[in-house]
């Protein structure tokens, strides 16, 4: 059974940073893209960042210089760094893995987190 466990969300104020974690069980995972999604309230869940196995990564231009991807393939762990928040950074936060290698535009997960709670105060 495939679990993705998300971690590390919480109250920030603005500028402010924080290290989302999501750990991967059941599933090979250095083999699947993966990839960090959003959904604030009244609003279309969003990906925000995804990290192919190899490493490569694309951004959301809302999150470009910002937020960083990475992963842990030999701790099945994958990270997004969030830094200078913004309230409108508000949502919540999933991890998600995708079936394939690499991330293309429109593919949909695989798996998903449960999601974890991120709120940016001003």
């Known amino acids: 059974q495939v679990q993705l466990v998300e971690s590390g969300g919480g109250l920030v104020q603005a500028g402010g940073s924080l290290r989302l974690s999501c750990a991967a069980s059941?599933?090979?995972?250095?083999?699947?893209?993966m990839g960090w999604y959003r959904q604030a309230p009244g609003k279309q869940r969003e990906l925000v960042a995804s990290?192919?196995?190899?490493?490569?990564?694309k951004y959301a231009d809302s999150v470009k210089g910002r937020f960083t991807i990475s992963r842990d393939n030999a701790k099945k762990m994958g990270y997004l760094q969030m830094n200078s928040l913004k309230t409108e950074d508000t949502a919540v936060y999933y991890c998600?893995?995708?079936?394939?290698?690499?991330?293309?535009?429109?593919?949909?997960?695989?798996?998903w987190g449960q999601g974890t709670q991120v709120t940016v105060s001003s």
């Open positions: 990290i192919s196995a190899g490493g490569s990564t």
């Open positions: 998600a893995a995708f079936r394939g290698f690499v991330y293309t535009d429109g593919d949909t997960p695989a798996h």
């Open positions: 059941g599933i090979i995972f250095s083999v699947n893209a």
